[in-house]
């Protein structure tokens, strides 16, 4: 048979759909990992209540465990599947992948997620109703779940970057998957900057407390910006093993913006020593505002572009180094029974495998040539590009200025030797080549 398993293409225009899975991650990491720092700073903070006989770090751990449960739970919880929906749509090949690789993995990290949702509604509702030693031994194991459910994943979107191991190619089995060598050192990255989370939100509510208890604020306020230090220490020492551990084709992408990138952390990391110094010697100036204030910063100087910097390092692919971001799979995985669709593409054409390309754009004409490359741009190009003149994505109007048809011709014929380790190889029958740059031509960037 002709045909290579396509699903039917997902066309987001100006934004294009990895900002969609961008937005969308933004939001769920910061949700989900102020959750799990949160559990094990819980556990740290009953440990010392218990201990220290601190009856009055309850109350503490009471707000914070509610704002959790409305913050984290209930947004973490929405935008999970919110992940599932974009990327299904964005990358279908990608997730199937996934699926494919990690089905168990995945099981038992749910099981691990509900232990973590019925636990956070007991740990704040029963709090003054059972004893002490239960809570406390509660926390424990509300803790162990919720790291649990990182260590879970994280092996799963390490996968997304590599496999790490050549192994897995020929064995195709998940454990081969999910220990690559970039599983751990992204592990403790993590939960690194879990601990900053949770440090950072807790000075939230630390110094909403200010009112009813100026000194115990303080206290806590302090403790949030030692909790935060050590965090920020973490994120960093474990940042640099994690960049040692990228594939090549990471590396390149890394390079391009390596500058910028370096310059835009220095700044952060400056910033936030100043602010979690601040609140170790000085934790009365933490206000509510300011502390609310910051963790905007962490979304928006923080998360994003760093969730950026790690969906652009896996470029040209979307998971395990054998599907490019274009859907097309790119190499035999035999132990998976996979194989390259490279050679049928460079035969046939695109038009002629993928199932769902309408009948009449099936054969190149004079007629349909610029419809048909239109549809073959979207196809190739559009998972890592903005089309239009005012795209924002990584957008072709930047990048293909002032080239005329032969010269998109020729640029895409260096695609089809695997001339940028960055972008797909692209080998496509000549007519098919002629219809893309007829169509981006036509553009007029
Ligand atoms: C897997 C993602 C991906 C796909 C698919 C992709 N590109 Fe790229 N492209 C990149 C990356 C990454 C860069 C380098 C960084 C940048 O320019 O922002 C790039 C850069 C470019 C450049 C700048 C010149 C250069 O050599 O770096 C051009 C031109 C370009 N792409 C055209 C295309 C065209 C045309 C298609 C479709 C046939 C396409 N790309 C498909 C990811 C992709």
């Known amino acids: 048979m002709d045909i290579i398993g396509q699903f039917p293409l997902f066309y987001f225009p100006e934004y294009g759909s990895a900002w969609m899975m961008g937005m969308t991650g933004t939001i769920h990491i910061l949700a989900s990992h102020t959750s799990v720092g949160?559990?094990?700073?819980?556990?740290?903070?009953?440990?010392?209540?218990?201990?220290?006989?601190?009856?009055?770090?309850?109350?503490?751990?009471?707000?914070?465990?509610?704002?959790?449960?409305?913050?984290?739970?209930?947004?973490?919880?929405?935008?999970?599947?919110?992940?599932?929906?974009?990327?299904?749509?964005?990358?279908?090949r990608g997730i199937s992948a996934l699926i494919h690789n990690f089905v168990w993995v995945w099981a038992t990290e749910w099981v691990f997620?509900?232990?973590?949702?019925?636990?956070?509604?007991?740990?704040?509702?029963?709090?003054?109703?059972?004893?002490?030693?239960?809570?406390?031994?509660?926390?424990?194991?509300?803790?162990l779940a919720?790291?649990?459910?990182?260590?879970?994943?994280?092996?799963?979107?390490?996968?997304?970057?590599?496999?790490?191991?050549?192994?897995?190619?020929?064995?195709?089995?998940?454990?081969?998957?999910?220990?690559?060598?970039?599983?751990?050192p992204h592990m403790f990255l993590r939960i690194g900057f879990m601990i900053m989370l949770s440090g950072v939100i807790g000075m939230v509510i630390s110094s909403a407390?200010?009112?009813?208890?100026?000194?115990?604020?303080?206290?806590?306020?302090?403790?949030?910006?030692?909790?935060?230090?050590?965090?920020?220490?973490?994120?960093?020492?474990?940042?640099?093993?994690?960049m040692g551990t990228l594939p090549d084709n990471a590396h390149a992408v890394f390079n391009v913006t390596k500058?910028?990138?370096?310059?835009?952390?220095?700044?952060?990391t400056v910033v936030f020593s100043i602010y979690f110094l601040v609140a170790i010697v000085k934790p009365r100036f933490i206000s509510t505002p300011l502390a609310g204030l910051m963790i905007f910063v962490i979304l928006i100087a923080g998360i994003w572009p760093g969730e950026k910097l790690r969906e652009s390092m896996r470029k040209p692919y979307v998971a395990g180094q054998y599907i490019y971001s274009n859907q097309i799979?790119?190499?035999?995985?035999?132990?998976?029974?996979?194989?390259?669709?490279?050679?049928?593409?460079?035969?046939?054409?695109?038009?002629?495998?993928?199932?769902?390309?309408?009948?009449?754009?099936?054969?190149?004409?004079?007629?349909?040539?610029?419809?048909?490359?239109?549809?073959?741009t979207r196809m190739?190009?559009?998972?890592?590009?903005?089309?239009?003149?005012?795209?924002?994505?990584?957008?072709?109007?930047?990048?293909?200025?002032?080239?005329?048809?032969e010269g998109i011709v020729a640029f895409l014929q260096v695609l089809g030797e695997g001339g940028r380790p960055?972008?797909?190889?692209?080998?496509?029958?000549?007519?098919?080549?002629?219809a893309i740059a007829e169509y981006i031509a036509s553009l007029k960037y």
């Open 146 to 184: 919720s790291v649990g459910t990182l260590a879970l994943i994280i092996g799963i979107i390490s996968f997304m970057m590599w496999p790490g191991t050549q192994a897995y190619y020929a064995t195709g089995s998940a454990s081969d998957a999910f220990f690559g060598t970039n599983t751990f």
């Open 329 to 376: 799979i790119s190499r035999d995985v035999p132990g998976k029974g996979i194989k390259s669709e490279l050679p049928i593409i460079a035969e046939k054409g695109l038009l002629q495998v993928n199932p769902f390309i309408p009948e009449n754009l099936r054969v190149i004409t004079d007629e349909n040539k610029l419809e048909a490359g239109k549809l073959l």
């Open 422 to 434: 960055y972008m797909p190889t692209l080998k496509l029958p000549e007519q098919e080549y002629d």
């Open 209 to 242: 407390i200010k009112k009813d208890n100026a000194e115990l604020s303080q206290e806590l306020t302090r403790k949030m910006g030692y909790v935060s230090m050590l965090g920020g220490f973490l994120v960093l020492f474990f940042f640099m093993w994690y």
């Open 38 to 92: 949160a559990a094990m700073l819980f556990a740290f903070l009953a440990y010392k209540a218990y201990k220290e006989d601190r009856s009055d770090l309850y109350p503490y751990m009471k707000r914070y465990g509610m704002f959790l449960l409305i913050f984290s739970y209930v947004i973490g919880s929405i935008t999970g599947p919110g992940i599932w929906y974009t990327a299904t749509a964005a990358s279908p």
């Open 380 to 405: 190739s190009c559009s998972n890592c590009h903005s089309l239009e003149k005012t795209g924002v994505f990584r957008p072709l109007k930047d990048r293909l200025a002032g080239f005329d048809k």
């Open 259 to 268: 500058a910028s990138v370096i310059q835009s952390r220095i700044i952060l």
């Open 113 to 143: 997620f509900v232990y973590e949702v019925i636990g956070v509604f007991v740990l704040v509702y029963f709090m003054d109703k059972i004893d002490k030693k239960t809570h406390l031994k509660l926390t424990f194991s509300f803790a």
